[in-house]
């Protein structure tokens, strides 16, 4: 694509079955091979039947606007790459859903998912992030089912509502509230959300949305920039992000169960 070899790597059940398989596609942190998150997220541990796909981005990096590495600094058109790459998964899948779809990133890869949110909404029933806000203008975001996942022992993001947000590019970042705000008004949520605490995890939940699509935003307390793994009481990013994506009922019917 565009002079570049790009590729991905693509973990599933075989063979191929009648039923209809979820489809995760996960974007790597910066500077870490697509094999190295697929261990770090473990996704298979929880899904059941799904095809899981991990993009590998130039340099080990997404151009995700005002980040970050060798991606961005060579103006890398991710967001053309990773449609591509679904394009090709539905196509030669025959057992792919193409209504359910997910995107999940982590830190540049969450930056990254939080760019295809703005550029392309409909290719995915839902989106989540971990450690990460976007790094360029989404002024009139379209809706889509978000989940916003942060630690407050991250250093490189602010929680908000107080606090100075983070600069980076030249860009000042959201908050991570500014940013789930954001998607709060572009699906038209209101009322006060669902919250449920487990262990040092808080979750709050907004099913009052107009345009029938859920945001979800959970908060670590303490933990750091590192992907959250769990304990015996507090549940790993991984359950939590799946848990999201399976109350989703599909792209094309919208919203959450």
Same mark, same amino acid.
């Given at each position: 694509?565009?002079?570049?070899?790009?590729?991905?790597?693509?973990?599933?059940?075989?063979?191929?079955?009648?039923?209809?398989?979820?489809?995760?596609?996960?974007?790597?942190? %910066?500077?870490?091979?697509?094999?190295?998150?697929?261990?770090?997220?473990? $996704?298979?541990?929880?899904?059941?039947?799904?095809?899981?796909?991990?993009?590998?981005?130039?340099?080990?990096?997404?151009?995700?606007?005002?980040?970050?590495?060798?991606?961005?600094? *060579? *103006?890398?058109?991710?967001?053309?790459?990773?449609?591509?790459?679904?394009?090709?998964?539905?196509?030669?899948?025959?057992?792919?859903?193409?209504?359910?779809? $997910?995107?999940?990133?982590?830190?540049?890869?969450?930056?990254?998912?939080?760019?295809?949110?703005?550029?392309?909404?409909?290719?995915?029933?839902?989106?989540?992030?971990?450690? *990460?806000?976007?790094?360029?203008? %989404?002024?009139?975001?379209?809706?889509? *089912?978000?989940?916003?996942?942060?630690?407050?022992?991250?250093?490189?993001?602010?929680?908000?509502?107080?606090?100075?947000?983070?600069?980076?590019?030249?860009?000042?970042?959201?908050?991570?509230?500014?940013?789930?705000?954001?998607?709060?008004?572009?699906? /038209?949520?209101?009322?006060?959300?669902?919250?449920?605490?487990?262990?040092?995890?808080?979750?709050?939940?907004?099913? /009052?949305?107009?345009?029938?699509?859920?945001?979800?935003?959970?908060?670590?307390?303490?933990?750091?920039?590192?992907?959250?793994?769990?304990?015996?009481?507090?549940?790993?990013?991984?359950?939590?992000?799946?848990?999201? $994506?399976?109350?989703? /009922?599909?792209?094309?019917?919208?919203?959450? /169960?």
């Amino acid at each position: 694509m565009n002079g570049l070899n790009r590729s991905y790597l693509l973990v599933r059940p075989w063979p191929a079955g009648a039923a209809r398989l979820p489809v995760l596609v996960s974007l790597h942190g %910066c500077c870490v091979t697509p094999d190295y998150e697929r261990q770090r997220s473990g $996704f298979a541990d929880v899904t059941g039947p799904a095809i899981l796909v991990y993009p590998a981005g130039v340099g080990q990096s997404w151009n995700a606007g005002n980040c970050c590495g060798a991606a961005q600094a *060579a *103006a890398v058109d991710d967001v053309a790459f990773l449609t591509a790459v679904v394009d090709k998964v539905l196509g030669t899948q025959p057992d792919a859903a193409p209504g359910r779809v $997910f995107l999940v990133g982590y830190s540049n890869g969450g930056k990254m998912a939080l760019r295809m949110a703005c550029a392309v909404p409909r290719r995915f029933a839902a989106v989540a992030t971990y450690a *990460a806000v976007s790094s360029m203008p %989404c002024p009139n975001p379209a809706p889509a *089912a978000l989940l916003e996942i942060a630690a407050t022992g991250d250093p490189e993001l602010t929680i908000g509502p107080g606090g100075t947000p983070h600069t980076i590019g030249g860009y000042t970042q959201p908050t991570v509230d500014g940013q789930v705000d954001q998607y709060r008004r572009a699906n /038209r949520c209101s009322g006060s959300p669902n919250t449920r605490a487990q262990g040092s995890l808080t979750t709050s939940t907004w099913v /009052r949305c107009g345009t029938g699509r859920c945001v979800q935003l959970a908060v670590y307390q303490g933990g750091s920039h590192d992907w959250p793994q769990g304990d015996d009481v507090t549940p790993s990013a991984t359950q939590v992000i799946w848990d999201f $994506f399976s109350t989703v /009922r599909g792209a094309t019917a919208g919203g959450c /169960r």
